[in-house]
């Protein structure tokens, strides 16, 4: 079976401040990987994701992150954040044995003051 | 593009009552669904996956007599909770999965619907 762990519940920056975002899975298979956002009164949207190729991947809104295999990982960074990105941020993890079907992360609240 | 609504936005019932919420691919053909259901504070859980032309596929422990799924069209599943309990209450997500794409295609989300059993 597969899983998330999102390490980060709740992250307070300021603005302009660095922000990275932990995700470790487990997972047997080739992997596919997610993050997804949903800001506040709104629905889940797709920051970016990696199947395959170079495992830095870059996103939308500056976003980038990238896939270390032998770690598990997953992280999601963003050099200089904004009031505007404080969201729920959810990590991902499908299979490409599972028909699209994916595991979700607890989520991490980021709260960026201004 | 890849746009999906969801009918209604927010649902009050009586217990006991039975609730139909409506997934719809507006831009997009999806002979996939999915069904989640989000606790407050608390990430998205996958409720089953919805087949066009199929039966639906549930997850471990969620009853499928009491979440009935219907995948009619390429455009459109509906949830049905039947006789509606208070701990019924959630917030109901889907998300539609373009045809085109196969097993690494990516997953569009509906806005979700609130659902308030009384």
């Known amino acids: 079976a597969q899983s998330v762990s999102q390490h980060n519940h709740h992250v307070i920056l300021s603005e302009a401040a660095s922000l990275e975002l932990g995700c470790n899975y487990s997972?047997?298979?080739?992997?596919?990987l997610f993050w997804y956002v949903q800001y506040p009164g709104q629905h889940l949207q797709l920051l970016l994701k990696?199947?395959?190729?170079?495992?830095l991947v870059k996103g939308i809104k500056g976003f980038e992150a990238e896939f270390i295999k032998s770690k598990f990982s997953f992280n999601l960074r963003k050099p200089s954040v904004q009031w505007s990105d404080t969201a729920e941020y959810f990590c991902?993890?499908?299979?490409?044995?599972?028909?699209?079907?994916?595991?979700f992360g607890d989520g991490t609240t980021l709260t960026v003051k201004p | 593009g890849a746009v999906v609504s969801q009918h209604p936005s927010w649902v009050i019932c009586k217990s006991g009552t039975s609730v139909k919420i409506e997934c719809r691919s507006l831009?997009?053909?999806?002979?996939?669904m999915f069904w989640y259901r989000q606790f407050p504070k608390q990430s998205l859980m996958l409720m089953a996956t919805?087949?066009?032309?199929?039966?639906?596929?549930?997850e471990q422990g969620v009853e499928k007599d009491k979440f009935l799924i219907n995948h009619a069209s390429l455009t459109l599943s509906t949830l049905t909770v039947t006789s509606a309990h208070p701990e019924d209450s959630s917030f109901y997500i889907c998300?539609?999965?373009?045809?085109?794409?196969?097993?690494?295609?990516?997953?569009?989300f509906g806005p979700g619907t609130r659902l308030t059993v009384l």
């Open positions: 998300s539609a999965m373009p045809i085109a794409g196969g097993w690494s295609d990516t997953q569009y």
């Open positions: 997972y047997g298979g080739t992997v596919n």
């Open positions: 990696y199947f395959s190729g170079d495992p």
């Open positions: 991902a993890v499908g299979g490409n044995t599972n028909a699209g079907k994916s595991t």
């Open positions: 831009d997009f053909q999806a002979t996939t």
């Open positions: 919805s087949n066009e032309g199929s039966k639906a596929t549930y």
